[in-house]
């Protein structure tokens, strides 16, 4: 398991060349930084540096609120230079910043510490001159990259979600010169991101740098495909991914988006079931997917949906999103709901369901005595015209208790239907 916002590929000697000249030029401290504020290259320390640069150079990435304080002053959206402010609390004094920008796309941050703001106009002007060169050459060494990552992305959608014959092509150049070997257990995540006031290219590459550490890994290859707000990672591993394993990777993936993007923005991510290798990782990610969206709808799941953990919710949240509304409630539970103590009839009749019907299991959890349970129980089937003893009956209770779990967190008013 690698770190837990893992820093991007090192730069290229040349830009680190670029790095050091500019640095010994100002006798101060440079570095340059990926769109997310991690390290690329950093110059030697000329004694100005401050707690925030020497736990980045030892850590190999800065603090998660040294991210979302540098990113909340809007430095990734910046079209020209400017000071990014100090904050004592977390050691960070001003810097000179510089987007490194080439035909339109944000490549880096050029941060020179300034902690007077005392920079002349001589040093600025080699600043911008020595940015001009390094946006250049990054966009050079990027352009071979991205190259490859989309070819790489339309072989992985095409593996997860093509025909059959799409997917056996893509499988091929996948594990044949590709990025992946062979494994037989295969595991899909998805992760998606809603409600971000950042632009989406800040959100593709907020998903990129929490995702792309678990690539590969000590246990696992992958590959990854980020669109339109969601990032799909398939890995192929030689044992079964634990549990826990899991639970570790999409933490640190939340986290790390946390960190990046930080509210109102919303991260959920949904993992598969295992299958057997990259010839059934499409099973994987539609599992996935229904995954994501119990993590949406579901609050105690805390954002990560588990496939293999969903239960009866894995069967209605394949329901079409348009609906998955309050009308599939069944009209026994709402005249249930609309009827005097309504919500404690609720909690009665779900703690008997959960309890699959035993008397004494149900009355100890709600802590009642035994008369008294018969007695609500009486009550529920008067109002809903059911029978508790019927099996059918019950499955209709159940399932309507569980679409109210699913629809309460969106459509909290569709609940209290008249």
């Known amino acids: 398991m690698t770190g837990r916002f893992p820093r991007p590929r090192v730069g290229s000697d040349t830009l680190q060349a670029m790095v050091d000249e500019l640095a010994e030029d100002l006798g101060r401290s440079v570095v340059v930084n990926d769109p997310l504020v991690r390290l690329i290259c950093s110059s030697r320390h000329f004694g100005d540096a401050d707690p925030v640069r020497v736990r980045s150079l030892l850590q190999g990435r800065a603090d998660s609120e040294v991210i979302r304080f540098v990113l909340a002053q809007g430095v990734a959206q910046w079209s020209r230079p400017g000071h990014v402010r100090g904050r004592d609390d977390i050691g960070l004094l001003p810097r000179y910043c510089v987007p490194l920008r080439e035909r339109g796309h944000l490549l880096g941050l050029l941060m020179v510490i300034d902690a007077q703001q005392s920079l002349t106009p001589e040093e600025v002007d080699t600043i911008m001159v020595a940015a001009r060169a390094m946006a250049a050459q990054m966009y050079t060494e990027r352009l071979a990259d991205d190259a490859e990552e989309t070819g790489t992305n339309e072989a992985l959608l095409d593996l997860l979600s093509g025909s059959p014959a799409g997917r056996g092509a893509a499988r091929q150049r996948l594990l044949g010169s590709g990025p992946l070997r062979d494994a037989p257990h295969a595991v899909v995540s998805v992760v998606e991101v809603s409600g971000s006031q950042e632009p989406s290219a800040q959100v593709e590459m907020a998903l990129r740098g929490a995702l792309e550490a ?30 826990e394993e899991l639970d570790r990777q999409s933490t640190h993936v939340l986290e790390a988006l946390g960190a990046f993007l930080g509210p109102p923005a919303a991260f959920v991510v949904g993992v598969g079931g295992r299958q057997a290798g990259p010839a ?114 019950r499955l209709l209770l159940h399932m309507g208790l569980r679409i109210e779990e699913l629809l309460a967190p969106e459509h909290p008013a569709e609940l209290s239907t008249d």
């Open 280 to 393: 059934d990782a499409w099973v994987s990610y539609g599992q996935a997917l229904v995954a994501a969206r119990a993590a949406r709808r579901l609050p105690s799941l805390k954002g990560v949906g588990h496939w293999e953990e969903l239960g009866e919710f894995a069967i209605l949240l394949q329901l079409p999103e348009e609906s998955l509304n309050a009308s599939l409630v069944p009209e026994p539970l709402r005249t249930l709901m609309d009827s005097n103590g309504g919500s404690r009839h609720r909690e009665t009749l779900r703690c008997f369901l959960e309890h699959a019907g035993s008397i004494p299991r149900t009355a100890e959890a709600l802590q009642i005595h035994r008369t008294s349970l018969y007695y609500r129980l009486g009550q529920i089937q008067e109002i809903t015209g059911l029978d508790l003893d019927i099996g059918a009956h």
């Open 214 to 243: 678990f690539r590969h890994t000590r246990s696992a290859r992958g590959v990854l495909a980020v669109d339109q707000g969601r990032a799909i990672l398939l890995q192929l591993l030689d044992r079964p991914p634990g549990r």
